[in-house]
């Protein structure tokens, strides 16, 4: 996009429904500095082992297998698969440093206390999901959909993604956003943290902004499935719908005849099946919305003051935290987290372009000079997971208004336009690439 040698190339990997990028910072006689941003895919994606395979050698050839900085942002697959399902390849990267929120440091406290809760919740969700699948095999079921974000199996979980990022390096850094810039002076740009935010109703706050964040909602959901579900999952007939007496399994019924013809027919839509489990569904969503609010987001200030931000998949209460930070650089100026914004040049879109997980007020409105926005998504398999929308079509409309003066609007599932390619988009089936 500019005439003179670039201060940072961003490289986006159109790998599917999923975040992995790729960004190298230019400094004087051709050195760089590189820094890998997740690297995952939903589960459910065709060939996915393959797909990250191809991502992470890419990675590995354009970086010559040296990583500076490695970023997990969140604990969700489509965030981190890459490193198990890829890890032959991962494995030859040679990584200086590792970053991860301090949600995920087991010396602290707080998040200890945050783990155990979100632990509990999921292993809770995934007794109900063994429940759901044992009996109701042939329905799917949303909170199964939900489930794939925390991982492909006992073995692939988001968990053992994480240990392979943070097994990567010995010097792993847990961000905090009251902790000082990186300064990487020999590169001319400094990297803040911005979240996760520390305040619990910021963490729990995942709506709109007019809605309070707390405590309250998600863990009521917690208690009523401890106290209600739980015994009903474990077959404590005290606590199931009916009688064990009334009982009859389905796979036996459905050969029986009278409930062939009585009970799936086009009036099945009536049946209670598995609907007393939906409880699970609440707890399931609202966990993975928390743990999207964990995550990492960082501005990559650059050279003359121009900003790189990556969201992750930060929610409303994420965002709203940023208006709270502040920094004082080198020449004793206030540096803030809406300054910040208003500087950026580059958005990667939250959380796939979600209907929640970018800010209005506290976000595009502030993002005076945004040049690229990109959102990592693939539509066709958000259809195909019952999720809608995705991307959001209003907040399309907006990020294409915010960057039609200076730049272009990119999807990573869409060839890009002819606008963006005259601007200085570089595009390949695997990633777009943009110098700033």
Not at 195 to 214: I, S, V
């Amino acid at each position: 996009m500019n005439a003179r040698p670039p201060r940072a190339t961003v490289r986006i990997y159109r790998h599917g429904l999923g975040d992995c990028h790729l960004v190298t910072l230019h400094g004087d006689g051709g050195a760089t500095y590189r820094i890998l941003i997740d690297c995952g895919v939903i589960i459910g994606t065709a060939n996915a082992t393959k797909m990250m395979t191809d991502v992470m050698e890419n990675v590995r050839q354009e970086s010559n297998d040296k990583i500076d900085l490695l970023v997990a942002t969140h604990k969700h697959w489509d965030h981190l698969s890459g490193f198990v399902q890829a890890k032959d390849t991962f494995a030859k990267l040679n990584v200086d440093e590792v970053w991860m929120a301090w949600t995920e440091n087991p010396d602290d406290k707080q998040a200890g206390e945050l783990r155990k809760e979100n632990d509990e919740a999921l292993a809770m969700l995934q007794s109900a999901a063994l429940r759901l699948q044992m009996d109701t095999p042939d329905i799917e079921h949303p909170l199964l959909e939900l489930l794939g974000f925390f991982g492909a199996s006992a073995r692939m979980t988001t968990q053992s993604a994480l240990e392979a990022v943070r097994k990567k390096s010995s010097n792993v850094r847990y961000c905090d956003p009251e902790d000082k810039p990186r300064d990487l002076e020999s590169f001319g740009a400094k990297i803040y943290v911005l979240g996760p935010p520390r305040d619990e109703a910021r963490l729990r706050n995942m709506n709109a902004p007019k809605t309070p964040g707390d405590k309250t909602t998600y863990k009521m959901a917690m208690d009523a499935f401890n106290r209600y579900l739980t015994p009903a999952i474990n077959e404590d007939e005290s606590q199931l719908p009916f009688s064990r007496r009334y009982n009859i399994p389905t796979q036996a019924a459905q050969t029986v005849p009278f409930f062939q013809e009585r009970y799936w027919n086009p009036q099945d839509w009536r049946r209670i099946d598995d609907a007393w489990l939906d409880d699970a569904t609440s707890l399931a969503l609202q966990l993975d919305n928390v743990v999207n609010n964990t995550s990492l987001v960082m501005a990559i200030e650059l050279d003359g003051g121009d900003v790189l931000l990556f969201a992750a998949d930060a929610q409303v209460g994420n965002w709203l935290s940023w208006g709270d930070r502040k920094w004082t650089d080198q020449n004793g100026m206030e540096v803030t987290g809406p300054d910040l914004i208003g500087r950026a040049v580059f958005y990667k879109v939250g959380h796939h372009g979600s209907s929640n997980a970018t800010g209005r007020e506290c976000g595009i409105e502030l993002m005076k000079n945004l040049a690229v926005a990109v959102v990592p998504v693939d539509h066709e398999m958000a259809l195909k997971r019952k999720w809608g929308d995705l991307p959001f079509n209003t907040l399309m409309d907006a990020l294409e208004e915010a960057t039609k003066a200076h730049g272009y609007t990119l999807r990573t599932d869409q060839p890009p336009s002819s606008t963006a390619l005259t601007r200085g988009l570089r595009s390949d089936p695997l990633y777009f690439e943009i110098d700033f």
